[in-house]
């Protein structure tokens, strides 16, 4: 079991910046994926920014440029750097982990409560 709390949201004018941080549970040096989701009231949940085992990062097209996301397996810590925020980026985001596990050979998700972030001026 991995327990993923996420940090850093709030309310911010167009334009600017947020830095959320996923604090997990567990290592997650091994973790095969750890990404951000997002999700608006009425709309589906959707992936951000995802980042692998090897350090390769994935974007959506409408953040490329914009946001950047890393990790400090030290820290057992996930972050997605916010810049040049737009209204549209409003939603909860959502910490993300794929881990497999090796013993029953099995992939499991696991998912953080969320954080609001609202770019409003």
């Known amino acids: 079991q991995v327990q993923l709390v996420e940090s850093g949201g709030g309310l911010v004018q167009p334009g600017g910046s947020l830095r959320l941080s996923c604090a997990a549970s567990k290592s997650i040096s091994d973790m095969y994926l750890m990404g951000w989701y997002r999700q608006a009231p009425g709309q589906q949940r959707d992936m951000v920014a995802a980042i692998s085992s090897s350090g390769t990062a994935d974007y959506v097209h409408s953040v490329k440029g914009r946001f950047t996301i890393s990790k400090d397996n030290a820290k057992n810590t996930v972050y997605l750097q916010m810049n040049s925020l737009k209204p549209e980026d409003t939603a909860v985001y959502y910490c993300?982990?794929?881990?497999?596990?090796?013993?029953?050979?099995?992939?499991?998700?696991?998912w953080g409560q969320g954080t609001q972030v609202t770019v409003s001026s």
């Open positions: 993300y982990s794929r881990s497999h596990d090796p013993t029953s050979m099995t992939f499991r998700n696991y």
